[in-house]
């Protein structure tokens, strides 16, 4: 909230509003891998006959891709 123009909660800390967009990126990419990662175990979700197992696993790779991503800029 804060790094988008919100009210001040924490402290400024440099590390973190040097690159507002990647932490942004982690964040919103750690929740959908959370959120898919645990779906992706879900026996109702795998037997499907859809291929809705194999997109959720897609998504959660590029999601995991951002989160690793994001963690490699310098700061």
Do not use: K
């Not at 909660?9 to 891998?33: C, K, M």
């Not at 109702?44 to 897609?58: I, Q, T, Y």
């Not at 951002?66 to 490699?72: I, M, N, R």
Request: positive net charge; glycine residues 8%.
């Amino acid at each position: 909230i804060q790094l988008a123009g919100g009210p001040e909660l924490f402290p400024e800390d440099p590390r973190f509003n040097a690159f507002p967009v990647a932490l942004l990126v982690h964040i919103t990419g750690s929740a959908i891998f959370a959120f898919l990662g645990a779906l992706q175990f879900v026996r109702r979700f795998r037997r499907r006959p859809s291929s809705w197992h194999r997109r959720a696993g897609r998504v959660l790779v590029v999601a995991g891709l951002l989160v690793v991503a994001s963690c490699t800029t310098p700061l």
